[in-house]
């Protein structure tokens, strides 16, 4: 079975929950940037939380499948349509062979994702299908989709069991705001900043800018400042210059100063500027879904609440599954 | 040996959100430094600690990312403690590597073309080529000087990464007698694959096509990073470099340089290496005489 790729959309990937055990040798982890939406929206069409899906940004593709197919769209509020007629989101939609699925213009946040029951079936590259652009590896063919492309869709498992529910409840679908919240634990290099670069960091407003992607995102907003230094040996000029080191995924950079960056799944493994601080693993999600322009605050956790976080996470995911009539 | 090594005191440990362990050996860098991180990453992944996702040496810091779900974040830092701690009394000196030649087109047209493209605005000296400002800025006669220097001694590779495969390199002398070159002053969209670069006191070579800020002295004529593991070098694994091998550079002719092109096309292409073990004292005491014996190994292969 496969999709037949019409129209590809703006930026359309494979990907899973990514690829680990590589970043030491520049390998990033990759996978969906809204893993929440990703993994609801396998649960939805019977899929185990492994399977790869299309991730889409802004525009989607327009494709048909060549089979009867089982599929749902998650994420970013958008008008998805199958022969053209409105179907709605987050929840589980049946194809005939021949069927065209397309999409309207996104109403908020920045990606969403189709799951489709045996999940997207190209090769595992390194432990995973997710797509690495830049050393076009994983996904298809290592690149983003094109007209014409043939997607393979594996079979069903479970000989296509699927949740007694087939709709996510309204409770337990992401807000896509313009205000967010980001919580970071601060670290790594944040004694370089001078006492108002800190307070500016975590009091002034921060709006993303149009330069992000699954790379990073970059944020406007007061600057901050840099203690002055005798730049040690092997580091670059500027005071935002550190000896070249391993970049944490989610941590924040502020090159020159300016604007701060946050590295995301697809972003490069190390370089010379300092980090200050790093998102924590519960709210990745979230940076993923913040749209250009979106106003954000950054708040220093703790190292214990960045853990209980991420068990709230983990426990919003159960109680969603468990709303579908999944156990665990 | 005519500068002491940087004493390495006491790392730093902090941590990036609740993924990840940041050591720092060290402010600046120092082949002391890299071998020390070397050594953690080593000795941390030999325990094969569940719930360690990557070990990743740098330069002079060290990132470990882990799952808090499996491994509370305070016992892998006394775990990385207790590791830092035995180093310091055992000091562990030697390590086991290899020697790889590493062909290249200096002062080649790919590099030549695209530096055409992002001078103004760009470039430190616009007018002039990155060697001769590499040149210049090192005080040394020329550029052919420079290339001389760039390869006569070789480099350790003391980190991979920023995109898949790409190793930094540093050179295996004094102090004083390191390169070192200012980045680009924005950096470029663009930098052909294989570029062998140069930023602050870091050789690098680029794995793929991309962006760049580092100035670029030639063109490195096999492949280091081979997705579809076409060559025999790559049968393990698609990316060729670790930390800790060591690099030789080997100037070649264009003609040398389309020979090599042609053994790769028709995948015969080996890289000249061999095993050597790396002995930190001896580099520390006497770099230039130790290179010497390190060279030896790839005679005669």
Redesign the interface.
């Known amino acids: 079975m496969a999709f037949d790729i019409k129209s590809p959309g703006l930026a359309t990937t494979v990907q899973d929950q990514g690829r680990?055990?590589?970043?030491?040798?520049?390998?990033p982890q990759s996978g969906s940037l809204d893993q929440y939406s990703a993994e609801l929206g396998n649960a939805l069409v019977g899929n185990t939380a492994k399977e790869a899906v299309l991730e889409c940004t802004y525009l989607g593709p327009a494709l048909t499948t060549d089979q009867d197919a089982v599929l749902a769209v998650t994420g970013a509020p958008v008008e998805v349509k199958v022969n053209g007629e409105p179907r709605p989101q987050w929840t589980r939609l049946q194809l005939k062979a021949g069927d065209e699925l397309s999409f309207g213009v996104i109403q908020g946040g920045t990606r969403y994702y189709i799951a489709v029951q045996g999940g997207i079936d190209v090769p595992e590259?390194l432990g995973s299908r997710s797509t690495?652009s830049?050393?076009?590896?994983g996904g298809f063919h290592?690149r983003k989709l094109e007209a014409g492309d043939r997607v393979p869709v594996g079979s069903p498992l479970d000989g296509g069991a699927v949740p007694d529910v087939d709709t996510v409840p309204e409770e337990f679908r992401p807000v896509f705001a313009k205000e967010q919240t980001v919580r970071?634990?601060l670290?790594?290099y944040d004694h370089r900043l001078t006492d108002e670069g800190l307070d500016n960091l975590l009091h002034g407003e921060w709006k993303v800018t149009p330069v992000a992607d699954r790379m990073g995102l970059r944020y406007s907003g007061p600057g901050v400042k840099w203690k002055e230094r005798e730049q040690?040996?092997?580091?670059?000029?500027d005071p935002s210059n550190?000896?070249?080191?391993?970049?944490?995924?989610?941590?924040i950079q502020i090159p020159g100063g300016t604007q701060p960056i946050i590295l995301h799944r697809d972003a490069?493994?190390?370089?010379?500027y300092a980090?200050v601080?790093?998102?924590?693993?519960a709210d990745m999600d979230l940076v993923a879904r913040a749209a250009p322009g979106t106003s954000t605050k950054f708040v220093a956790v703790s190292?214990d609440e960045?853990?209980a976080a991420?068990k709230e996470l983990a426990e919003r995911k159960n109680n969603a599954r468990a709303a579908l009539g999944l156990s665990g | 040996m005519s500068s002491p090594a940087p004493a390495v005191l006491e790392a730093r440990y902090?941590?990036?959100?609740?993924?990840?362990l940041?050591v720092?050996v060290?402010?600046?860098?120092?082949l002391a430094a890299n071998f020390r991180v070397m050594s953690i990453a080593e000795k941390l992944s030999e325990l094969e600690l569940p719930g360690i996702?990557?070990?990743?040496?740098?330069?002079?810091?060290?990132?470990v990312?882990f799952d808090?779900?499996v491994l509370p974040?305070s016992t892998l830092e006394e775990t990385v403690r207790t590791i830092e701690g035995d180093l310091a009394h055992h000091h562990q000196q030697a390590l086991e590597t290899r020697i790889i030649e590493v062909p290249v087109w200096y002062d080649d047209p790919f590099t030549a073309e695209v530096a055409e493209r992002f001078r103004e605005g760009f470039h430190q000296e616009p007018g002039g080529s990155d060697i001769d400002y590499a040149a210049k800025v090192n005080n040394l006669k020329d550029a052919a000087e420079f290339i001389k220097r760039h390869h006569e001694q070789p480099w350790l590779v003391s980190?991979?990464?920023?995109?898949?495969?790409?190793p930094?390199l540093f050179q295996l002398v004094e102090?004083e007698k390191q390169l070192e070159v200012?980045?680009y002053l924005s950096p470029r969209t663009d930098t052909p694959a294989l570029t062998v670069g140069h930023?602050?006191?870091?050789g690098c070579i680029y794995?793929?096509r991309?962006a760049g800020g580092y100035q670029m002295f030639g063109i490195a004529a096999a492949p280091i990073?081979d997705?579809a593991q076409a060559l025999a070098d790559f049968k393990d694994f698609?990316?060729f470099?670790?930390?800790g091998d060591i690099v030789k550079f080997k100037p070649v002719t264009e003609a040398e340089y389309n020979s090599i092109q042609a053994e790769i096309a028709a995948g015969t292409f080996r890289y000249r290496q061999a095993p050597v073990t790396f002995d930190l004292a001896k580099a520390l005491a006497n770099p230039e005489g130790y290179n010497q014996e390190l060279m030896e190994a790839l005679n005669g292969i």
């Open positions: 680990t055990g590589h970043y030491n040798v520049g390998i590259v690495y830049l050393g076009a590896i290592g970071i634990v670290g790594l040690p040996f092997g580091a670059g000029s550190i000896v070249d080191a391993g970049y944490a995924v989610g941590s490069v493994s190390g370089g010379g980090m601080g790093t998102v924590i693993s190292m960045a853990l991420r | 902090t941590w990036g959100g609740d993924e990840f940041f720092e060290s402010e600046s860098m120092s996702v990557d070990i990743c040496p740098a330069n002079a810091s060290l990132l990312r808090p779900d974040p980190m991979v990464g920023f995109v898949a495969g790409l930094f102090r200012p980045k930023g602050g006191c870091f794995s793929v991309g990073f997705p698609m990316v470099f670790r930390p």
